[in-house]
């Protein structure tokens, strides 16, 4: 099956600076949040811990070490036929603190290397200015995102980093997965507010009053960036970045028609409202009022909001799941928030593939703010084995090319729907520390690395199976490689 995409398309991949760059405290880098995170499981939760303990493995100290082996990797994603590769930048790479005048020289140059690298390929970047991660000294002095000296400290960062890449990035994301700092996974990850706390990952716990607070000061931050790029750097495109997590009502119940409307709310529909229509939702306010929400607004926040309407959307899909008021089987899966959907199959991690829910999805988005869209991470996490074959290293991952084929095609059918989708980018192209779980046994990649969860391995880069399959797909603009 072939399917039509349009001219110029971007194909690619994702990851995240914290999850595979390594070398966390090289060349004048400081801790980020992410460097007190243990390593864990799908059966035991990471732990944070305050100080940094030898005893411990820490596994997104090392990650997979693309700092070290980013032209090696770089040309990998090249030969499978990147056009576009979405990576972050590390503020704390940038200004170890956050809150030094001056920012790392080290940090900046690095990154300058990557950028001329990816040229070399005709690689466009994507950067995420802030993934899952910030210097961990905002934490311990502000609380992370609840303290609004962030926002300051934020813009100085972006504009630093616009200034020095203007000629050689035009795509930029403020925030990753920013809606999940409206949840309880928000205190770990987006906004970054567990001051003080020692312990499983899991028990972390923030009120709604500060998660909603942190997030109102990340939208502030977002639009004078967004302002800023739009007013000095007519050339950036600037978007936002979901975790798109569909849900369907778990029957034709009216109770769980509203139960599901006000979910996708609340998941789906809250922080990109805000972000590409410039101003809160008209339902926010009863959400706040119910959820015991009073929102410090200083004068002007609600201007900067407004200036920084986004240039595009782009969102994470990997799953859906249901919500009703019956008895609904429950998930163990993380991030999905829901129930079963018995008429899908799930991952070995609990979560459920579902590709006519990315089709979906893309002209739900699509009819609601008509603006360009990109799928910026999808990908299915496996455990994938090495093996000799003919005196070669192979990995066979058909699950994975099946997986893949899927969603491409899911994609072809809403842009035949009419969505202007102009680009994807597989999450994990390469093996790389899992976010939720700090495993590495939990593998997204199309090149494996030889690097296991008890911290040992030779980081040898293998092509697999499915790296064959994505290259066919992606050289053919999706003309071949779907059957």
Known sequence: ??????????????????????????????????????????????????????????????????????????????????????MSISWSRIFPTGMEDEPNEAGLAFYDRVFDECKKHGIEPLVTLSHYEMPYALVEKYNGWEGRELIDLFVKYCATVFERYK????????????????????????????????????????????????????????????????????????????????????????????????????????????????????????????HGVELAIADGDLDDIAAGKVDFYTFSYYMSN???????????????????????????????IDPDGLRYALNEIYDRYQIPLMVVENGMGARDEAVVEDGEKRVHDDYRIEYLKKHVRAMGEAVDDGVDLIGYTWWGPIDLVSAGTGEMRKRYGFIYVDKHDDGTGTYERIRKDSFFAYQKIMKSNGAEGLE
């Open 167 to 290: 000629d050689k990035v035009t795509y930029w994301l403020t925030f990753n997965e920013i809606n999940c700092g409206a949840t309880d996974m928000g205190n770990l990850f987006e906004t970054s507010m567990i001051r003080g706390f020692e312990g499983p990952a899991s028990e972390a716990k923030t009120t709604a009053q500060q998660r909603f607070q942190a997030l109102h000061h990340q939208f502030v931050a977002s639009g004078r960036v967004v302002r800023l790029a739009h007013e000095k750097y007519p050339q950036f495109k600037m978007g936002n970045m979901d975790c798109f997590i569909l849900s369907y009502p778990a029957t034709c119940d009216p109770k769980d028609i509203l139960l599901n409307q006000a979910n996708m709310r609340e998941m789906n529909w809250y922080c990109s409202d805000v972000q590409v229509r410039g101003s809160y939702p008209s339902y926010a306010r009863r959400y706040w009022r119910e």
């Open 322 to 352: 249901i919500v009703g008021t019956h008895d609904v089987e429950q998930t163990s899966g993380n991030m999905t928030f829901g129930g079963v959907n018995p008429y899908l199959e799930s991952t070995e991690w609990g979560w459920q």
């Open 1 to 86: 099956m072939a399917v039509t995409f349009p001219e110029g398309f971007f194909w690619g991949g994702a990851t995240a600076a914290n999850q595979f760059e390594g070398a966390w405290d090289v060349d004048g880098r400081g801790p980020s949040v992410d460097d007190h995170f243990t390593g864990g499981s799908y059966e035991r939760p990471r732990e944070i811990t305050i100080d940094i303990k030898p005893d411990l493995l820490y596994p997104n100290h090392d990650g997979i070490d693309f700092y070290h082996r980013y032209a090696e990797d770089i040309a990998l994603f090249a030969e499978m036929g990147f056009t576009m590769f979405r």
